[in-house]
């Protein structure tokens, strides 16, 4: 099983900053088959990104993704109030797992 | 536009089988080319995927929950269903079904959610 290390678990910044938030794997996740989620209090995730670099239908293109092999990243460029939520990333390429989550906060 | 929605007991008494069904609307539960997926996430925890299962009935389930787990297609509805047997309060969580595209695709559309709580 491939196990997904989100860091930092809980990140605080304010409204117009930059997010950087990483998802380590425990091996090499094949052709890059590695999403990112967003979830609000209550409410399903929401597909970010997939193939770690492609938007979803109807994501603002503040949000990115980029990294490959064991290594990747969502970056939020400018924080808006909406944003603040918990992020997971998800492997597809070999079974499925998800890392635990980055919680972002309004600092 | 697609909408899928999770339904059934909310609570569950250890040992016995969770039951769980979800309906699909906006769209064909036997359209080629979607595996309907069920993945679940304890209270104030991270998510679980537990398994998928093709139109055609070829399913395919996470190795951990494997020997308890069924997903099946039932006939003439628009549907899927989740069991899960010999429940324990571990097993307490949102469960929530999902379709994602054939191949390998993350999941794309998601129900809402429904709280299932395994206690006596």
């Given at each position: 099983e491939i196990v997904l290390t989100q860091?930092?678990?809980?990140?605080?910044?304010?409204p117009g900053e930059r997010a950087t938030l990483s998802c380590r794997a425990s091996q090499s996740v094949s052709s890059?088959?590695?999403a990112w989620y967003q979830q609000k209090p209550g409410q399903a995730p929401r597909?970010?990104?997939?193939?770690?670099?492609s938007r979803a239908t109807g994501i603002p293109d503040r949000f990115s993704g980029s990294g490959s092999?064991?290594?990747?990243t969502l970056t939020i460029s400018r924080l808006e109030p909406e944003d603040f939520a918990v992020y997971y990333c998800q492997q597809y390429g070999n079974s499925i797992t998800f890392g635990q989550g980055t919680r972002l906060e309004i600092k | 536009q697609l909408q899928l929605q999770e339904s059934g007991p909310g609570l569950v008494k250890p040992s016995e089988t969770l039951s769980l069904t979800c309906t699909v609307s906006g769209g064909s539960i036997?359209?080629?080319g979607y595996y309907w997926s069920w993945i679940r996430q304890p209270p104030g925890k991270g998510l679980e995927y537990i398994g998928s299962i093709y139109y055609s009935g070829s399913a395919y389930?996470?190795?951990s929950l494997k020997s308890r787990v069924t997903i099946s297609v039932p006939?003439?509805?628009?549907?899927?269903?989740l069991r899960l047997s010999s429940v324990t309060a571990a097993d307490t969580a949102v469960y929530y079904c999902a379709r994602r595209r054939d191949g390998y695709n993350p999941s794309d559309y998601w129900g809402q959610g429904t709280l299932v709580t395994v206690s006596s």
């Open positions: 860091s930092p678990g809980t990140l605080s910044l304010s890059n088959y590695l597909l970010l990104i997939y193939g770690a670099s092999g064991t290594d990747f | 036997s359209s080629s389930y996470n190795p006939t003439s509805k628009n549907q899927f269903s």
